[in-house]
């Protein structure tokens, strides 16, 4: 590129990885699981896959429990992964370290669905995986 910024990474397709982030959280919906890495009640870190394109996804879900009236906030965090970090995650030895999966894609663009207690839930871009608090 003459403006010598690097390269934008292409990752999935317009059925699984659309321009707008509600649409592309409205994709979620057709990925299927491909590995399960953690799976706890309030902290679930998955690889999902599109049907259409075969494009890998980290996704990342967290809560905390509010004892109180049960409105618990609740995060996820969806991001393109490629298949050689697709493998490598899967490769990690049990339990998976937080900050392995943290540094999967530093400054890549992610979606976010954040639902913080009393608050609508609200969904946008970002960038890298951040694991917030969880039970």
């Not at 109180?68 to 990690?92: H, K």
């Not at 839930?121 to 608090?133: A, V, Y």
């Amino acid at each position: 590129m003459s403006n010598g910024d690097p390269p934008t990474e292409k990752f999935g397709c317009e059925s699984c990885w659309p321009a707008a982030a509600e649409a592309a959280w409205q994709a979620r919906r057709t990925l299927f699981r491909a590995f399960e890495l953690i799976d706890e009640s309030h902290f679930h870190v998955l690889i999902l896959a599109c049907p259409s394109c075969g494009q890998r996804f980290l996704s990342i879900f967290t809560e905390t429990i509010d004892w109180d009236d049960g409105d618990d906030s609740q995060y996820w965090t969806l991001m393109p992964v490629t298949e050689a970090e697709a493998v490598e995650l899967r490769r990690q030895p049990e339990p998976l370290d937080e900050s392995q999966i943290e540094a999967v894609g530093a400054g890549r663009r992610c979606l976010r669905r954040a639902h913080p207690k009393g608050e609508k839930p609200g969904i946008s871009w970002g960038n890298s995986i951040f694991i917030g608090m969880h039970d």
